[in-house]
């Protein structure tokens, strides 16, 4: 299975997502886009991916602060969407989506702001493909509040603090075709770490990979 994971901004650091993510090695293809002006969309298309993760904010990079988001990779998102590919919205992949109302449709929301790093309680609400041989965990993030647009999403996991309870997984078809899957947990390295969190990325991966 090829990925293709889009990350690296200045505050999500893409060596946080590459460590992270390790564990699916062996089993797929990672291919990492870091520093934007160094990926070519034309000549690696998104077609090429059995899955897209994108957890990176509308910034070049940790070091190059430009927005790397235009009008011709949005329609090769949306595209790409269309015709039945897979996408995963992970953690800072959600802030991209304030940049772009066609990502943001995609997605089914968008991130709004995150009070400071607490723990918090996920919990599975939904007894489903992802979410199947995990349970629920604790871990110190940051908490993302989102604007939640998306009417046909099953919502199997949620974020609780003192904060308050926020939708933290869901998975929806776009127009029928593209299967994509929302994951707000992910700022810290621990997060990854958790074998019950690392299911649910397994899980998501192999869903929306279909």
Not at 88 to 104: D, M, P, Y
Request: glycine content about 8%; overall charge negative.
């Amino acid at each position: 299975m090829k990925i293709l994971v889009i990350c690296d901004d200045f505050w999500h650091h893409g060596e946080t997502i590459r460590e992270g993510l390790s564990f699916l090695q062996g089993e797929c293809e990672l291919t990492y886009a870091m520093d934007m002006t160094e990926y070519s969309f034309t000549d690696k298309p998104l077609s090429g991916y059995d899955v897209v993760i994108i957890a990176k904010e509308n910034i070049v990079s940790q070091s190059k602060h430009d927005g790397w988001l235009t009008d011709d990779i949005e329609r090769q998102f949306s595209d790409y969407a269309n015709n039945g590919g897979g996408l995963i919205f992970l953690h800072a992949g959600t802030v991209l989506c304030r940049h772009s109302a066609i990502l943001k449709d995609i997605a089914g929301c968008a991130f709004i702001n995150h009070p400071e790093q607490c723990v918090v309680d996920f919990v599975i609400t939904s007894d489903n493909e992802i979410t199947n041989g995990t349970e629920n965990f604790a871990e110190k993030d940051e908490h993302y509040f989102i604007d939640f647009t998306a009417t046909d999403a099953d919502i199997f996991l949620e974020s609780r603090s003192e904060n308050g309870t926020q939708p933290a997984g869901y998975s929806r078809i776009h127009n029928g075709k593209g299967h994509v899957c929302v994951l707000t947990p992910g700022h810290n390295l621990n997060v990854f770490q958790n074998a019950r969190y690392q299911k649910i990325i397994r899980n998501a991966v192999y869903w929306c990979a279909k």
